[in-house]
């Protein structure tokens, strides 16, 4: 989720929060002035600036609530407790944008909780009593998600909201200490300055952890398991005798666009095509950028690790006369490279070409060699004849170029360690695990780098599948 959009979900909740707050009021008013003021004849005054606090505390907790229960579906899959550190440890092997922003939106979410409540209730101006208050709201939310199954149980999620409370306490303190001359005394200064322990803490934290993952050359691999999968409910038996030589591994390293190069090459598609971008509708997310033509005939998704794109031209597969035109099939491979070629994609030479439906035709590489580089994966496209040309386009092929050397572990060394559940896997069933064979495969890693992988083929409880442990030495 884009910051955007995090802003317009927030601003969302905001108004409702808002005409909560003012219904709420209406009621309040009515209350006070024809009941308590004309019926009962009461004299106390309404405290406006008490009356603005709890405006503002309801169009907060709307804006929370609503994030954190209402902007989500009712899945059942969701409904799961997650261990402590389980998002920290996913968002450090994908290290996306989008991972680390959720995290500390948790942090930030709270803070202005323990920023507000002392304000207007004083009994709560004890740390400790605001503490427990941030962790008990924190958890009544994971409880409401994990039994409406609108979410999962995090305890993460616990942690960073209980210790953005801290945060946003110590800053109140601070507030009042400089606003208020009681609380000016060198004893409640040194207090005050241990109660700011918590924001530096956690800068120091996130300091360290971004400081070791710009300093470390490669990225994280994507196949590195988050949780042991409990080596009790898992049987292993392996058909083949694996190599124990430990050997030198290549690794690749694959562009990385950046968002201009991106529009850039969206541009030169668009061009191709003879028409051009149309930039009130270009978005640029975390991973991927969405370009659209001017005409809207034309749509374009680019990854920005490796430039793989998704191509769909609505032209063709939804044309104004609502009759869908049928692929061509039969066509040949010089034809579709010559079609492809036609809107600037160019398909290296030696990637295997084959039909997989009437009218789609694919290439397939694996490791293939091309110009000094090697060339992995697949595209796929849909052919619509000479004069409609290409519909639909998912070209997910990666080029790689020789980056060094590094130390690998043994075929042997990776088994052992699905045998003591060391892998990628979700769930707490039992597995009866059958491995056949095994195999090198590459995968990117966080950083752009094409690391290699030992891919197991192998059955669990009686279903094909494939596990991947990383080859690269740690």
């Known amino acids: 989720m884009r ?19 003012l219904f709420i009021m209406f009621c309040i008013f009515t209350g006070y002035f024809l009941i308590y003021r004309k019926l009962l004849n009461g004299q106390k005054k309404i405290i406006w600036k008490k009356f603005l606090w709890y405006g503002i505390l309801i169009c907060y907790l709307c804006v929370v609530l609503g994030a954190t229960l ?21 968002a450090w092997i994908h290290f996306s944008d989008s991972a680390w ?12 909780l323990g920023l507000w409540l002392p304000l207007g209730i004083k009994w709560l101006r004890s740390f400790w009593k605001m503490y427990l208050v941030g962790f008990g709201f924190s958890f009544l939310i994971e409880c409401i998600q994990l039994f409406l199954k609108r ?20 800053l109140s303190a601070m507030g009042l200490f400089f606003v208020s001359r009681k609380e000016r005394k060198a004893s409640n200064a040194v207090f005050v300055m241990l109660l700011q322990l918590p924001l530096l803490f956690t800068c120091a934290v996130f300091g360290m952890i971004f400081w070791k993952y710009n300093t470390q050359e490669l990225g994280n691999n994507p196949y590195r398991y988050i949780e042991t999968y409990d080596s009790a409910r898992i ?11 430990e050997p030198e591994l290549a690794v690749y390293q694959v562009e990385t666009l950046t968002v201009e190069a991106a529009k850039g090459k969206g541009e030169q598609i668009f061009e191709a095509l003879g028409t051009s971008a149309d930039a009130s509708r270009t978005d640029v997310y975390d991973e991927t950028i ?26 063709v597969l939804y044309p104004d006369d609502q009759v869908r035109p049928e692929p061509v099939a039969g066509a040949d491979e010089a034809v579709i490279r010559n079609a492809l070629c036609a809107i600037g994609i160019e398909v290296p030479e030696g990637a295997d070409f084959s039909k997989s439906e009437p009218g789609t035709y694919r290439f397939d590489a694996v490791m293939t060699e091309a110009d000094g580089a090697i060339v992995s994966g697949t595209l796929m496209c849909q052919y619509y004849g000479e004069e409609k040309g290409i519909g639909k386009i998912s070209n997910s092929l990666i080029t790689g170029t020789p980056y060094r050397t590094c130390a690998a572990i043994s075929e042997q060394e990776a088994y052992e360690k699905i045998v003591h559940g060391e892998f990628a896997y979700m769930g707490d069933a ?8 095994c195999s090198l495969a590459y995968s990117l890693d966080s950083k752009g780098y094409y690391q290699p992988n030992y891919a197991f ?11 991947m442990i990383p080859a690269v030495r740690n």
């Open 3 to 21: 910051v955007s959009d995090l802003i317009y979900l927030a601003s969302r909740y905001f108004k409702m929060g808002i005409v909560a707050a």
């Open 70 to 90: 209402f902007s989500r579906g009712d899945y059942w899959y969701n409904s799961r407790i997650v261990p402590l550190f389980y998002s920290y440890k996913e």
């Open 101 to 112: 922003r959720n995290i500390i939106l948790n942090f930030c979410m709270f803070i202005p």
């Open 151 to 170: 979410g999962i149980f995090e305890l993460d999620d616990i942690m960073g909201n209980t210790v953005g409370t801290m945060i946003g306490y110590g």
């Open 235 to 245: 049987h292993v038996t392996g058909n083949s005798a694996f190599r124990t030589e």
């Open 290 to 315: 969405v370009m659209w033509s001017e005409a809207g005939n034309y749509s374009l998704w680019i990854d920005y690790q490796g430039g793989t794109l998704e191509f769909t031209s609505f032209d």
């Open 430 to 437: 039992f597995l009866e695990i059958q491995v056949e064979s």
């Open 457 to 467: 083929a192998c059955t669990i409880n009686g279903e094909e599948s494939q596990i």
